[in-house]
């Protein structure tokens, strides 16, 4: 689409009442990145309240009719996903505006391929708008949904505001307040404990229920003092009844305003004095795991306990199927489902998911796999041809293994002769997860007990017996390549390197899944490939690169950090390589930041290498930690050059087998980037002690 066309959604699909929006851009560095946000308007343009606007602090309606689902990597740099229930929206909302801002004075200028994806609920793109030349702007709309002769329509706008995402959104009626919040912001509470119960007034003829701000939330929703998410509903029990004069009522508080200064998250105290006698009683578990013994065990229990947890907390479930274009409405889930197929006996798919909203049905079927079973092309094709018969929307996999871009775990065939198109999603062990650790450990759910379900379906996906572990293979072409590297008997071409460079791509983004859920930030793998390269010859490219020079690379960008995190694993050393370029800053001499760069590092290994970048001729004085840090001048250049910055590093052995096991390569990697982040990146973001 060009600027300022529009076109009707009912024209482009039949399946339009639920669409997915995705808003994506990349940058020649690879670490530009910016946020999204959604506004309601009414007929006259302006919000009907400050909750129709939709950002990170506010990521999702109570109607489910807008949900912010968060970034996914692309092969070009990353883009922000916005599900959009179009029939839940209230009669009274006419447009729906779509916005993407940046903060710290970054600019969408300096960012490529600003666009606008549309998609409707199968998955079936629709349309795709580009902004050219944004110049120096801090936010952006990009397009905007609006009503229409009974219908929804959208227009391609790529209007830009030089005042960020607080200027967008006073334009549109909301009222911001970005004070600061570090007064607000209290530690998290520990245990868990049920609500009170409400109590309600016995006479509210001459009595007002007025909220009262200590008892509003209950004791998990208390962990996220600073504004609320309409994802994550509050419980509010009203005070006794007061009775009042008709001349002096009681005003309740003012409503916080937004704020669109980002929230502080912190990892809340959950450890509690166990009141057991010794460390062999073993607590009650609502999932237990310890008796499974056969893959079928393992498979039928992983998928009930999933499907159940997600039906029974709303923001969970709602989450996980969000993205695979289900509306908001009302979950159930089934097991063992038994359907017939054509002449031959019923097919049981291990699990179905039904959503209703309005009187329509939205319909999945799950097929699961654990440990390292592979899922099966024939079981997912009667799967897919069942669903189309049927008329459902999706078919799900579940399985340890990690889709990749333009690569799908099973091939099968649609049906294109059938009106009804299925679209085929997958889901990994380690997506379900990390979902599940940013609502309990980092954003809070509805209620205690919600906390306490989604606390034993971690319990269980952890547990050693669940087989949900994630990625744990790196397939049967990891070690012929790496004999091949070692023995310099590996060709450029050969297919076996392409598959290695495949699952390694596969672990980086499980690395990033699993450190992004235990830190509560946004974790993301950085690809810096040239806009429109096709995945295949960029896997193909990498795997070249591997036979040549016997080393796979990565880069994984963490929120806040202050640098991207760089992995190596060298093949032909057997060493993993964990680095992080940290540049200079902007004021202050050389000396005073290369003894600022040691003094934020005193609990790092002492043999951390430190090294000194210089401008136009890249390395110049390195060390370790030990040696450096009575004598940080050492790092200075001795000619004086100019120091653009300091490269961080620690080094690792890698890891032989291509399994998990204690001597497994994966392990080795997850070790390695651990023990990295916790030791130098963590340090560098708190700054310098003293």
Not at 517 to 523: A, D, F, P, Y
Request: aromatic share 6%; with cysteine; glycine share 10%.
């Amino acid at each position: 689409m060009v600027k300022g066309g529009n076109v009707g959604l009912s024209a482009l699909s039949e399946h339009a009442g639920a669409v997915i929006v995705s808003l994506g851009w990349s940058s020649a560095s690879g670490d530009g990145d910016a946020d999204v946000s959604v506004l309601l308007l009414d007929g006259d343009g302006k919000v009907r309240s400050d909750d129709d606007f939709y950002f990170y602090n506010n990521p999702a309606a109570a109607d489910g009719s807008v949900q912010l689902l968060g970034k996914t990597p692309t092969e070009n740099g990353s883009e922000d996903r916005i599900s959009l229930d179009l029939t839940a929206a209230a009669g009274d909302v006419q447009r729906i505006v779509l916005a993407a801002s940046r903060y710290g004075g970054a600019r969408f200028g300096d960012l490529d391929d600003l666009r606008l994806t549309l998609a409707d609920g199968n998955g079936e793109g629709l349309l795709r708008f580009t902004i050219e030349d944004a110049g120096p702007i801090g936010a952006v709309i990009f397009g905007e949904l609006y009503r229409r002769d009974g219908g929804w329509k959208f227009r391609a706008v790529g209007q830009g505001y030089d005042s960020g995402l607080a200027g967008l959104a006073t334009d549109f009626g909301i009222d911001v307040d970005d004070a600061d919040e570090t007064a607000a912001d209290e530690e998290p509470g520990g245990a868990l404990e049920a609500a009170p119960e409400p109590q309600a007034p016995t006479d509210t003829s001459a009595r007002v229920a007025v909220p009262d701000p200590a008892h509003a939330q209950d004791p998990v929703a208390a962990q996220d003092p600073v504004g609320t998410s309409a994802s994550i509903p509050r419980q509010v029990a009203p005070q006794a009844a007061v009775p009042t004069a008709a001349s002096s009522v009681e005003q309740a508080p003012p409503p916080k305003r937004p704020r669109t200064a980002r929230k502080k998250v912190t990892l809340p105290a959950v450890t509690r004095k166990s009141l057991a006698e010794n460390d062999s009683w073993r607590m009650a578990r609502l999932f237990p795991a310890g008796t499974l013994k056969s893959d079928r065990e393992r498979e039928t229990r992983a998928t009930s306990v999933l499907l159940s947890v997600m039906a029974q907390v709303p923001e969970f479930g709602r989450r996980l199927t969000a993205a695979f274009g289900a509306p908001a409405g009302r979950m159930e889930t089934y097991t063992e489902v038994s359907l017939p197929h054509g002449g031959e006996s019923p097919k049981r798919p291990d699990g179905l998911i039904r959503v209703e909203r309005a009187g329509k049905l939205w319909t999945a079927l799950v097929e699961t796999k654990t440990n390292g079973n592979p899922l099966r092309t024939a079981q997912v094709q009667d799967y897919v041809d069942i669903a189309g018969r049927r008329a459902y929307e999706a078919v799900i996999t579940l399985s340890n293994d990690v889709a990749l871009d333009g690569s799908p775990l099973v091939d099968v065939k649609i049906d294109g002769r059938r009106k009804h198109k299925v679209a085929l999603w997958h889901l990994s062990w380690a997506e379900v997860t990390h979902q599940a650790q940013m609502l309990i450990r980092h954003e809070g759910v509805g209620n205690a007990a919600h906390a306490w379900l989604l606390q034993e379906l971690l319990y269980y996906l952890q547990h050693e017996n669940s087989g949900c572990h994630g990625f744990q293979n790196m397939g049967p072409a990891w070690v012929p390549v790496r004999r091949g590297i070692d023995e310099e008997t590996l060709c450029e071409g050969d297919p076996r390197a392409v598959d290695v460079v495949a699952n390694w791509e596969r672990l980086i983004r499980q690395v990033c899944l699993r450190l992004g859920g235990e830190l509560g930030q946004k974790v993301l793998p950085v690809q810096r490939v040239k806009r429109g390269t096709d995945p295949g010859e960029r896997r193909a490219a990498l795997a070249d690169r591997l036979c040549r020079e016997g080393r796979l690379q990565a880069e994984l960008r963490i929120e806040d950090s202050p640098g991207v995190l760089g992995l190596t694993a060298d093949l032909r050393t057997s060493k993993l390589r964990t680095s992080l370029d940290v540049p200079a800053p902007a004021a202050g001499s050389p000396l005073t930041w290369a003894k600022r760069l040691v003094r934020q590092l005193p609990d790092a290994p002492a043999d951390l290498h430190v090294e000194t970048l210089v401008d136009g001729r890249g390395s110049g004085p390195r060390g370790t930690l030990e040696r450096l840090r009575p004598e940080p001048a050492d790092l200075l250049p001795r000619d004086g050059a100019t120091i653009t910055g300091f490269r961080l590093s620690l080094f690792k052995g890698m890891g032989s087998t291509r399994g998990t096991a204690e001597t497994g390569f994966i392990r080795s990697v997850d070790e390695a980037v651990d023990r990295f982040h916790d030791t130098v990146v963590t340090p560098l973001q708190r700054g310098p002690r003293g």
